[in-house]
């Protein structure tokens, strides 16, 4: 087919694929494949990895190297990949629960590291797959079908913790705002250690519909009308109650693989 | 292990803008419809996305970048040499 | 009297549900034996999706059809797999807006698609209308019973408009006559 | 209307039996095809000031319910086969520290993310062999909904008379499978023994008996120690081989000891010279098969149904097939429970086994070419 | 015997307990059972849980129930206690190794539901059980067995981390101040919701040995001299390479069970 | 001086083979009695530019050498019970999506926590049968230092050649004794073959052969897709129950069809009428008693060292002990690998077994008590 | 249970106060020594502490705080009434 | 020949290195079967600590000592717990300022870990010297296989302090001869 990013799809037999109708992991795909082709990579040095979860199915439809691993298992595998092949460029792409809740312990180890990894967290509030359970991202007083009465449970601040856990870049987009999550994701890409995109989606069939927010259209004009650019918030309270979006942290520091270059001098050198 | 070719409606403006759509792959989710600025499409009777008004195209293809499913792409010749 | 009758369709059609309420109406409300078991894609949705209900008046041990009465399908591509199963004499009801071949003997597509979102504005009460229309052409459980099913097994404010697909359901598949 | 029938999932019936049964803890964390089981405690335990928690994975989840139980509040869990492997290290906690829950497994097909919504028995062994160590096993199989309800009900008995975890293997056919039943408004709850001992006498391993013993629990001022390393009648870890193999055989002599009262099993026509064996959904093919086969040819089948399917009974069955000339394993996966049965039977004896391994529910054909 | 803290230890046949000489493990857990003790606690009313490491031998000595789970399994036991039986007093005390490399993902989840506990993370910079292996909270470029060129890895910031997860008490201290250290779990104790202590101690068996650091005494003169209280902090420099000691973060939050107890009243309503 | 000789520990061996044997990622997390494998990786592999990671549990070390592998590194981790029993999910993924690597497991006490510094058996099952669902298992057992270097070339050169996770069963005593031992300088290394099919053509599964086929790694430009879902050839997921039992199939028959040259055991005088049955640590003491007995009754025992635990070759151990009047299985562990003699022995054989659970070595005093 | 009554060596001095030691229980760490104000610890040839200047003790028991062992406790009459 | 030695004491005392460094004298530098196993407390550290080395002419299967000749013992409690294993005609050494009471025929008491913090400051070498003291008497190995033996055995910057310490223990025995 005559589309500049066919040729990092498997479109031949993979499509249409098996996410919802409106779902906004599709639009997350979507930006991250521009992104790869934008960046003019070699599709044979990528590797997608995921875990389980619909988030999760995205690496069985782009066309590199992919690996459909364990549910929360996408990092830890990852690791191993990129470590193994460091001229690799490893993307991690998962859900809030694969990548919080079971994987969550990974999430900040792989930081702390520094591995250099680009994590592209897909945030749809719940579990998607197994049916719209409340997740570690799922808002307090927001349903879910193991939160009947509402989740009593507070919510990570995804960013902020991976932050302080070590990534060297944070960022948030909204799958409303897929070209600026296309830069970001460049942008992610492009530095050396662990780097996470969190992509607020909306999960229309299950997340959406159980705590009445309407269809993809409606969750998506909410995306609309209720985020800032990083870069506008000029006090705290401009940021209340909205979805900040932007580069969120930024800093430099020495990425794993490399500091273990230094390893293999040392020990070489004994 | 290439099975299905999937096989695009295309429709092309004056402007030189062209919009292709595998109504195979869209879902008719309607997120293309509502968020294009210049009202080009519409959810039809087969329940897909469809070209209504193709001239009005502006070429952002905010459609394209926003499509969950890979079903609909645009070309605009002018921007084309901006974007690689 | 046994009966098998296959609803099928894709994930997210509500056709699980609508066997629940099938099955119920037979088990509970017509005191016959029945046995419902359901089939679908990766994880909990996506792809094909297809639920089997049995009825019969004795014990049933192996749950999913085999012979199957009535097969139901709101999707192409659950024609093209599951008809195989099909009794010579059994009936395949039909959405006539998703489903544009069905190679069997009695087919009766039904718009019940299309007249859903005309009635509804959208398809989400679909599968019941299809249970109106398969008990009016089967007669397999009565309306009644679906209606009395129907109360317990859909959010108490939906009953309403449930009611009222059910009785689309009827009518379309009255029409048709 | 029946009194009191509803149309029930088998899902729905072990959560209803758990709440039935006096399990006010549910920690979890959801998989298919066994969420539905978390979904309903959701709904029901706080209708009951119990507690519903979704941990942040299956091994949280199986060490909140061990924590619970240890404080006295009966507990459970449920889960299926990429979430049983990940709690086989917390399943060995409970059976060395004697703590009584209960495991429902719903299986799907395996090995790996498999088949998630697709029926298998493939976790047979795993439910017994899964953990690392010596270590004692039930499990047991519905075969319906109303099984799924009385089998969970018992689970927790049995894990508060042996203090001990107990699996529930169901499967996604039972598991999700609807049928009618009429559950009774309520069951016999077997509540844990309080010690009648001084806190200062208290053995919390002490073995006069190896069941229906007195359990301290947190909180009671028993101020007992709980650990997973090898212990003491008192709790404490030893490294003194006579003590450890005092708690070994303390262990196996759960199963050794009371093998006759765990075994619960369903036959007929056990005369026949070709018998029939299986369990859980694939015993429901099987008995049809037996009836088809009975009516085409007119020659009786037996049939077994395990119900227990750890320990294995191997006295029991040798006495229960000593008529056998054949006998016939059915699962729905690569033989599993046929490894035992064939030690049951006298070594001349034909055992074949009728094995299905696609995600597919095995058909009454398959059982009656094999007749 | 005539002790004060004589009644909450295992005294009759327990001691003496298997730590080497100069583990600041003793001295922490000497601290905790004093503050236990001030606090005039029904000892039938406090579970200490604990996982596996040294620092998780600590529960076997303390005459109340006590709880010795699997290695990084602490929280997630303590939650199922703690839940069952809310008016009993749950204090867990382990090692990093414990509560942040395994069990990490329970810390932060058992932080973000805000359960009402007292953690207690000594961290000794090593695994000591298992012989000197580097931990996660291990300074880059420090030795441990498994870390034979120096660990090339960075250091969690316990503290942070425990804040951003949602703790409503964070605080800090080491096995040289140990009068300090009896006062923050007096404090730990009587906070609702999820707290932590981070007790700075001393592996002289191991990592002091590893890194040269001298002996247990030699270990606690650097704490005592490289110590600073968070008070004393007037500009973020004041706290290089200091050990910063106190209370680093409180704040108010609802706990977890009496959040669920709305939702048993919300269920019974229904 | 010995040429070359060295006074080395099981694990340290363990080490220094996989290194040789061409390992060059060891992802891992301590346990005793294991540690010091990953001690020794730690310090080895940097000078040969290998990649040492201390992983931050059990869970993460699995999943980290399943993706070095699967990106064409050889791969290794260690651990022992409870660390094994975490990894068991993992160990599943590995088995299905048909990724080479090897896992040591240094036997401690079990259950749980249990005897972190003692010697036990008690893992033969578990290592078998661990993971849940259907799958096929390779478990090769050492006896000395120097079985500990060659069955870990072994390992490696198996996994890679059934691309499939091979557990090297270990135990404290094997793995913590030292022996003097004259290691070679090299090993022949078996290397994964590539692909010489083009990326269009290449299926990641193809079934040609079910071993030493040419494998992709990532990287190598043939993109392919790994799923823990069961999969077709092309390695997508597939609901199709046809693809479904071709996979099931395909992992089934690496056992089925490689059983005979993956057993691997060592016997002498089985045509005495008393036969011993042994493996690891255990085969040492019981080859003890054989000689003393020997040497007091004047009357041969037979002795047979499992090397292969699993695949369990039931033909030819039926071959192997057709002479035998009395089987006598020595293990630590509450009677494990004797439930497979059992049925390879015929019915009126007597099978003994000698267990111990203690903690301790098993003694040829207790060995000879049974003979 | 009960099976060891650990028996402490007690020495009391002029001020009331007074100071045990639990032979059996010290490891000889020598923390309680180092890093008493007034010297009034000292590692005997037992490798034990040992209480050799009682007189000395202010009673602020830094000792008993800080030992890893429970194995040095000191009486001060003067501060029992404050500290509960 | 056949020989098994056993020394035991407190984990830290470092007696499993003691026995690494007698094993490799034996079987490296001597040309002997040997074999060294070890037994120690809960996880890594605490509590009694004990490794028996066998050495052999002969393959040595069973690996553990069961009819000792020389056990050394450094802790009380390792008396108490090893001394069942000894030969009669086995000699038992162990240190006088740890062990108070040794129920055996054949006792050395040596002021081992009284020497060692005399000329060192501290117990850190009392393993090696205890080594030094164990050739001396028994004249299992030569102290020159165990000179050899250490250089390969202990971190190169001590090596010097801990042939010094070899020394010490030889220096004890005599005198106690
Ligand atoms: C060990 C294990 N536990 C549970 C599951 C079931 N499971 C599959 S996906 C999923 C959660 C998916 O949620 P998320 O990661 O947020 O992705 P989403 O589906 O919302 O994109 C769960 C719990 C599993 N496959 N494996
Ligand atoms: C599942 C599992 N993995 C590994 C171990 C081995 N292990 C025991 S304690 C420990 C770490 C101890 O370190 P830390 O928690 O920091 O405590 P410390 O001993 O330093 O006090 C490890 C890795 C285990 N017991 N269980
Ligand atoms: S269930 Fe939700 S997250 Fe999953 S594909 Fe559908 S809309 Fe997307
Ligand atoms: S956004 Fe894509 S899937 Fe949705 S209607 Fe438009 S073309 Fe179809
Ligand atoms: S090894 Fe370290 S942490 Fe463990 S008891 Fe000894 S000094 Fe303490
Ligand atoms: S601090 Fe305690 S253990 Fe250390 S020397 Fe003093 S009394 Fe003994």
């Known amino acids: 087919m005559n589309i500049e990013i066919a040729e990092y799809l498997r479109l031949d037999d993979r499509f249409p694929h098996i996410l919802c109708p409106g779902c906004g992991i599709g639009s997350a795909m979507n930006a991250m494949v521009r992104a790869i082709s934008e960046s003019s990579m070699n599709k044979n040095e990528i590797c997608v990895v995921s875990g389980i979860g619909c988030s999760s199915r995205v690496p069985g439809y782009i066309d590199c190297d992919t690996f459909h691993t364990l549910h929360g298992r996408a990092i830890p595998s990852a690791t191993g990949i990129k470590l193994a092949r460091p001229e690799m460029e490893v993307i991690v792409i998962a859900g809030d629960g694969d990548l919080l809740a079971i994987g969550g312990n990974h999430f900040i180890h792989a930081a702390r590291r520094n591995l250099d990894l680009t994590v592209i967290l897909i945030n749809n509030f719940n579990y998607g797959m197994t049916g719209g359970q409340f997740s570690p991202t799922t808002p307090q007083g927001k349903r879910g079908t193991t939160a009947p009465y509402g989740s009593v449970e507070r919510d990570f601040n995804v960013c902020e913790m991976a932050k302080v856990a070590g990534a060297v870049f944070v960022a948030r987009s909204t799958t409303y705002h897929t070209p600026h999550l296309k830069g970001l994701i460049k942008q992610a890409m492009k530095k050396k250690g662990f780097a996470v995109i969190e992509v607020v989606s909306q999960c229309p069939t299950l997340y959406g519909r159980l705590n009445r927010m309407g269809d993809a259209i409606k969750m998506l004009e909410y995306y609309r009308d209720n985020s800032i650019t990083v870069t506008q918030v000029k006090e705290p309270k401009d940021a209340e109650g909205k979805i900040v979006i932007g580069v969120l942290w930024e800093t430099e520091a020495p990425e794993y693989s490399e500091v273990y270059k230094k390893v293999i001098d040392i020990a070489q050198k004994k | ?84 | 009297m046994r009966k098998e009758i296959r609803l099928a369709g894709t994930g997210g059609q509500g056709l699980l549900k609508a066997g629940e309420i099938l099955a119920e109406a037979a088990g509970v409300y017509e005191n016959k034996k029945v046995i419902q078991t359901q089939s679908y894609g990766p994880e909990a949705r996506g792809g094909a999706s297809k639920t089997d209900i049995i009825i019969s008046d004795e014990e049933i041990l192996y749950p999913k059809a085999r012979q199957v009465d009535v097969i139901c399908c709101l999707s192409q591509k659950s024609v093209d797999a599951f008809l195989k199963d099909l009794k010579d004499t059994g009936i395949v009801i039909v959405d006539s807006f998703y489903v544009k071949r069905c190679n069997a003997k009695n087919v009766f597509p039904l718009p019940l698609s299309t007249e859903t979102r005309q009635k509804f504005g959208r398809e989400l009460f679909m599968n019941i209308v299809l249970l109106g229309a398969l008990a009016e052409i089967t007669k397999i459980v009565t309306v009644d019973s679906l209606r009395n099913a129907l109360a317990n097994r859909v959010p108490p404010a939906t009953i309403e408009t449930n009611l009222k697909a059910l009785d689309l359901g009827v009518f379309i598949a009255q029409i048709k006559d | 209307m029946n009194q009191r029938s509803e149309l029930l999932s088998g899902n729905e019936a072990t959560a209803l039996a758990a709440i039935k049964g006096g399990v006010r803890f549910f920690g979890g964390y959801p998989i298919t095809p066994s969420t539905e089981i978390a979904e309903i405690m959701a709904l029901e335990l706080p209708k009951l000031g119990g507690v519903f928690i979704q941990m942040e994975d299956e091994i949280a989840s199986i060490c909140a319910i061990i924590g619970a139980s240890a404080a006295g509040m009966k507990s459970m869990t449920a889960t299926s086969g990429p979430g049983f492997s990940l709690m086989q290290e917390g399943i060995g906690y409970a059976i060395m520290t004697e703590v009584p829950t209960v495991i429902v497994n719903v299986q799907r097909g395996g090995p790996a993310t498999g088949l998630p919504t697709k029926v298998a028995q493939g976790d047979v062994m795993a439910a017994r062999w899964g953990t690392h160590g010596d270590h004692p096993a039930v499990v047991l199989s519905p075969w319906s909904v109303l099984e799924s309800f009385t089998l969970t009900v018992k689970a927790i008995e049995i894990s508060e008379r042996l203090r001990m975890p107990i699996i529930l293997l169901s499967d996604e056919i039972v598991g999700h499978m609807r049928e009618v039943v009429s559950l009774p408004d309520s069951v016999s709850v077997y509540e844990r023994k309080k010690p009648t001992k001084s806190p200062d006498e208290y053995l919390h391993y002490a073995d006069d008996t190896n069941y229906d013993s007195p359990i301290a629990s947190f909180g009671e001022g028993y101020r007992i120690h709980i650990s997973g390393l090898t212990h003491r009648k008192d709790g404490f870890p030893t490294n003194d081989p006579k003590t450890i193999a005092w708690k070994m055989d303390r262990l196996r002599n759960k199963i050794d000891q009371n093998r006759d009262w765990l075994h619960y099993s369903e036959q007929f026509d056990l005369d026949a010279e070709t018998i029939i064996i299986s369990y859980g959904s694939s015993a429901r093919t099987s008995l049809e098969a037996k009836y088809e086969y009975e009516k085409k040819s007119g020659k009786k089948i037996g049939f077994l149904r395990l119900i227990t399917l750890w320990p294995f009974h191997y006295k029991k069955l040798t006495e229960l097939l000593k008529n056998a000339k054949r006998v016939v394993v059915v699962e729905m996966n690569q033989g599993q429970m046929i490894r035992e049965i064939s030690r049951a039977v006298p070594r001349g004896i034909d055992v074949t086994g009728v094995n299905r391994v696609d995600g597919e529910l095995i058909t009454p054909e398959e059982v009656l070419a094999a007749l």
Request: charged share 25%; glycine share 6%.
């Open chain 2, 1 to 84: 292990m290439k099975k299905s070719n999937p096989n695009p409606v295309v429709q092309t403006a004056k402007t030189g803008i062209e919009i292709s759509i595998i109504k195979e792959f869209c879902k008719g989710c309607g997120i293309c419809v509502e968020f294009c600025p210049k009202d080009v499409l519409a959810l039809g009777s087969d329940l897909k996305t469809n070209c209504i008004n193709i001239e009005a195209c502006n070429g952002d293809a905010l459609c394209e970048l926003r499509c969950p499913d890979f079903a609909i792409f645009v070309k605009n010749p002018k921007k084309k040499a901006i974007k690689k």
